[in-house]
């Protein structure tokens, strides 16, 4: 649908078909919950991509785990309004370990994959630093980042899977 034809649209009609949309994502078990649809989406995603197995939905520390009991915390951002996010949302209690991996996703402002790395947790507790006013680790979005030796560019890998979403 072009911004034109959006345009023509009421504000309650676009509300609308935010919910509708919504909701058919949810049927199709592409989103999870009703929240933002970035963190179910990169989680959809990455589970798709990993063969992962989602953890239950208050599970705290970690998003899924692989066949192997390895367990992994999914960070995503959307760049939005022409804007780079600069980093993830905090990552709570990172000194207890309660993931094996994190795996952060970048997606353009069309939910697209820009870019995705695969980072053990030692990395993440080497890059992160701790907020006190959000009590939890931020882990910011830089180039050294992406660039470290043990993180893996896994780009290709999650836009193979969203190509499926595609067709």
């Known amino acids: 649908m072009t911004e034109q034809a959006l345009a023509s649209y009421s504000v309650m009609d676009l509300l609308v078909f935010h919910a509708d949309i ?14 933002n649809p970035v963190a179910d989406y990169a989680e959809n ?15 705290k520390g970690y998003d ?8 992994y915390q999914i960070k995503a951002r959307r760049i939005a309004g022409g804007r780079k996010p600069t980093r993830f949302s ?6 207890e370990e309660h993931f ?31 907020q006190n006013h ?3 680790w931020i882990l910011p979005l830089r180039d050294s ?12 890998r999650l836009r193979k899977v969203q190509d499926e979403d595609c067709g």
């Open 22 to 35: 919504t909701e058919e994502l949810r049927k199709r078990q592409i989103l999870r919950t009703a929240n």
């Open 45 to 59: 995603l990455a589970r798709r991509a990993f063969s992962l197995t989602p953890a239950p939905n208050s599970e």
């Open 64 to 71: 899924a785990k692989d066949n192997d009991g390895k367990k």
């Open 90 to 95: 905090a990552i709570r209690k990172l000194e």
């Open 100 to 130: 094996d991996f994190l795996l952060a996703i970048v997606f353009s402002h069309d939910f697209r994959v820009h870019r995705a790395a695969l980072m053990p947790c030692s990395v993440v507790k080497e890059k992160a630093f701790f």
């Open 134 to 136: 959000v009590n939890g």
């Open 145 to 156: 980042l992406w660039e470290h030796e043990s993180v893996q560019d896994v780009t290709s």
